[in-house]
């Protein structure tokens, strides 16, 4: 990544987001544009990178009659020749502005289109940045944003687009193999749209893919709790433990006591100090493989295990120092951070639904388009494990705290907490039980979003050659990014492997059209 100056990381501290949900949201690490002219194969000096195309998207694919709308797109035809494939990826949930670097080699999906002489685009998911069907995010218009229209998208786009490139107008699926690609929950998307409608794309790759819509994904912790130094897991359990006990005994001064060692006295409700303390968690999902001390959360993991330069043994140092040293971190550093000059209630409450937070319906509002995904069909509402399991968040925090936020963001919507429709959204698109040929599968042992994916621990989903699961040590859609298997050599093979399979199976494809 220090080589790709400008990598910006999914997961980073979001100010003045009181949903913490949004803050660990799935997102793929940016990257800087590589600054160099662009020539074809025959050498014939091309666009750049940064040229917006837009496509005549369906607003509504079950009424053609609504019209159109313009979906931005963004392709790099430097290595194509003629029979080579289209590689498509959507970043998902976010403005795809950024999200260029992706047609080059500085990432998987531009080696595939190198090793395979393709053409890569990225097209932007609608209701995100500026690829709008209507021009504002009310509950009415985000109607028609379903994972179902988000795959017809897809597939339309593939079927009918005539692309920018010399002979674009005749690469469409049987003239020309298309591979999807995603990563998080681009990487669900990919999954979900083969199983969903087969044959259009013959190949996919899904990174980190998020195939299993999962209400109380408690699991989200999982593998931060266990990746993470274990002096400082052991005491964020402590200090967990202790705000858990006190909620159970009614101890409403002890609680106020904590919260004020925190520099939190003035957040009125307890979910929400609760929610402040997975923010520091939240950061582990912007570590990749060549992040080093200076990153935010091992700067946390510091201030709670060294003390008088000597660190704290597995156990930690205990609870009394657990909660003055997190309390202090959090006091001189972490509270501008995610703060900056807002009040804490104004900042991390969740409770006054008059902020513009909750009303504005204006478009390029990722928070809100993603919120409503997330309250309809998918949930991975990240809270409190169940008493079985260590807790290094509270348990104070369930289902519903998240779920009451979906009535303040869409109250013309829900009269009441909704509970999103994860078992439809598993039964119509596989979920967990996909098998789909030709569908590339990677994922990382110390992502936060691993249990939702093919990988999750005691899934023991077989790797096959025609659907290979292949895991390195990486984080979240470590593989997507070149540089991170130059540091990684698991997450090397895990892109080998990938480029393996795709050429074994464009090598496969026949014309049909």
């Known amino acids: 990544m220090r080589a790709l100056t400008s990598l910006l990381l999914a997961g980073i501290a979001?100010?003045?987001?009181?949903?913490?949900?949004?803050?660990?949201?799935?997102?793929?690490?940016?990257?800087?544009?590589?600054?160099?002219?662009?020539?074809?194969?025959?050498?014939?000096?091309?666009?750049?990178?940064?040229?917006?195309?837009?496509?005549?998207?369906?607003?509504?694919?079950?009424?053609?009659?609504?019209?159109?709308?313009?979906?931005?797109?963004?392709?790099?035809?430097?290595?194509?020749?003629?029979?080579?494939?289209?590689?498509?990826?959507?970043?998902?949930?976010?403005?795809?502005?950024?999200?260029?670097?992706?047609?080059?080699?500085?990432?998987?999906?531009?080696?595939?289109?190198?090793?395979?002489?393709?053409?890569?685009?990225?097209?932007?998911?609608?209701?995100?940045?500026?690829s709008n069907p209507y021009d504002n995010?009310?509950?009415?218009?985000?109607?028609?944003?379903?994972?179902?229209q988000a795959i017809d998208d897809l597939v339309y786009f593939a079927t009918t687009a005539d692309l920018p490139m010399p002979g674009g107008d005749a690469v469409k699926p049987g003239q020309a193999p298309?591979?999807?690609?995603?990563?998080?929950?681009?990487?669900?998307?990919?999954?979900?749209?083969?199983?969903?409608?087969?044959?259009?794309?013959?190949?996919?790759?899904?990174?980190?893919?998020?195939?299993?819509?999962?209400?109380?994904?408690?699991?989200?912790?999982?593998?931060?709790?266990?990746y993470m130094p274990q002096n400082c897991s052991s005491d964020v359990e402590a200090v967990i433990s202790y705000l858990d006990d006190m909620y159970a005994a009614g101890d409403t001064t002890g609680i106020q006591t904590l919260k004020e060692a925190f520099g939190l006295g003035d957040i009125v409700h307890l979910e929400d100090f609760a929610t402040a303390l997975q923010y520091n968690l939240f950061d582990w999902q912007s570590l990749q493989p060549d992040v080093g001390p200076g990153a935010m959360f091992f700067e946390f993991c510091d201030a709670l295990e060294v003390k008088n330069g000597v660190n704290a043994g597995?156990?930690?140092?205990?609870?009394?120092?657990?909660?003055?040293?997190?309390?202090?971190?959090?006091?001189?550093?972490?509270?501008?951070?995610?703060?900056?000059?807002?009040d804490a209630e104004t900042c991390l409450g969740t409770y006054n639904t008059s902020q513009s937070y909750w009303t504005n319906v204006t478009v390029n509002n990722a928070n809100r388009s993603w919120f409503w995904m997330v309250c309809n069909q998918v949930g991975w509402y990240q809270v409190g494990p169940p008493e079985c399991e260590p807790a290094i968040v509270s348990r104070i925090l369930q289902p519903v705290y998240e779920q009451r936020q979906c009535v303040n963001m869409f109250p013309d919507a829900f009269a009441y907490p909704p509970q999103p429709t994860t078992a439809e959204t598993n039964g119509m698109y596989a979920g967990w039980d996909v098998d789909i040929p030709h569908l590339f599968f990677a994922n990382g042992l110390r992502d936060p979003w691993r249990e939702a994916t093919v990988s999750a621990d005691g899934l023991n989903k077989p790797n096959t050659t025609s659907r290979p699961i292949y895991e390195g040590d990486g984080f979240h859609c470590t593989d997507l990014v070149v540089q991170n298997g130059i540091v990684d050599a698991t997450v090397a093979a895990v892109q080998e492997a990938g480029l393996m399979f795709m050429k074994a199976w464009l090598a496969e494809w026949k014309p049909s059209a």
């Not at 047609?103 to 609608?126: F, K, S």
Request: charged share 15%; hydrophobic share 40%.
């Open 137 to 148: 995010l009310t509950s009415q218009s985000l109607a028609l944003l379903t994972i179902q």
């Open 314 to 342: 597995l156990e930690g140092w205990g609870l009394d120092n657990a909660i003055y040293s997190w309390g202090n971190f959090w006091n001189t550093t972490y509270y501008n951070h995610v703060c900056e000059n807002e």
């Open 178 to 226: 298309w591979i999807l690609i995603g990563g998080s929950y681009s990487g669900a998307l990919t999954s979900w749209t083969m199983v969903n409608k087969p044959g259009i794309f013959w190949a996919g790759y899904a990174s980190s893919g998020v195939v299993e819509a999962i209400t109380d994904y408690y699991d989200y912790f999982t593998p931060i709790r266990d």
């Open 14 to 130: 979001r100010a003045a987001i009181p949903n913490a949900m949004l803050r660990g949201m799935h997102s793929l690490p940016k990257l800087s544009v590589p600054e160099r002219s662009l020539t074809s194969m025959n050498g014939t000096a091309l666009p750049p990178i940064t040229t917006v195309y837009h496509f005549d998207q369906l607003i509504d694919h079950n009424n053609a009659g609504l019209g159109t709308f313009q979906q931005r797109y963004w392709m790099n035809w430097e290595f194509y020749e003629p029979g080579g494939p289209i590689i498509l990826m959507t970043p998902g949930e976010g403005n795809a502005d950024g999200y260029e670097a992706y047609t080059t080699n500085d990432t998987i999906n531009g080696l595939i289109a190198q090793q395979q002489n393709g053409a890569a685009i990225i097209i932007e998911h609608r209701f995100f940045g500026y």
